[in-house]
């Protein structure tokens, strides 16, 4: 079974920085595009950023373009979410996530890691 376990997260003031990191296991990591989503309490979960199996074209929400950078390391099976600038809104629980290469759907998860932000 895949096993992903997140890590990284915490507690933050407005404006400063957490890096969140996911540990897979169990699959090819090289063949899995890998991804990042987060959901608030009292909301559905959303995404967040992802990136292909060999590093390329990231990709991420409007909300946090600019501020966040995903990054995988293909040999240590991990990726990696660099979060600035953070704010009380990117409060929530990240998840981590992968689906085989060139699918649609994400179908492994993590239990996630809990992000909060405060003013």
């Known amino acids: 079974q895949v096993q992903l376990v997140e890590s990284g997260g915490g507690l933050v003031q407005a404006g400063g920085s957490l890096t969140l990191s996911c540990a897979a296991s169990?699959?090819?990591?090289?063949?899995?595009?890998m991804g990042w989503f987060r959901q608030a309490p009292g909301k559905e979960r959303e995404f967040v950023s992802a990136?292909?199996?060999?590093?390329?074209?990231?990709s991420y929400a409007d909300s946090v373009k600019g501020r966040f950078t995903i990054s995988r390391d293909n040999a240590k099976n991990t990726v990696s979410l660099q979060m600035n600038s953070l704010r009380p809104e990117d409060t929530a629980i990240y998840f981590c996530?992968?689906?085989?290469?060139?699918?649609?759907?994400?179908?492994?998860w993590g239990q996630g890691t809990q992000v909060t932000v405060s003013s």
């Open positions: 169990r699959l090819t990591f090289s063949s899995y595009d």
């Open positions: 990136i292909t199996s060999i590093g390329a074209n990231p």
């Open positions: 996530a992968a689906r085989f290469r060139g699918s649609v759907k994400f179908n492994y």
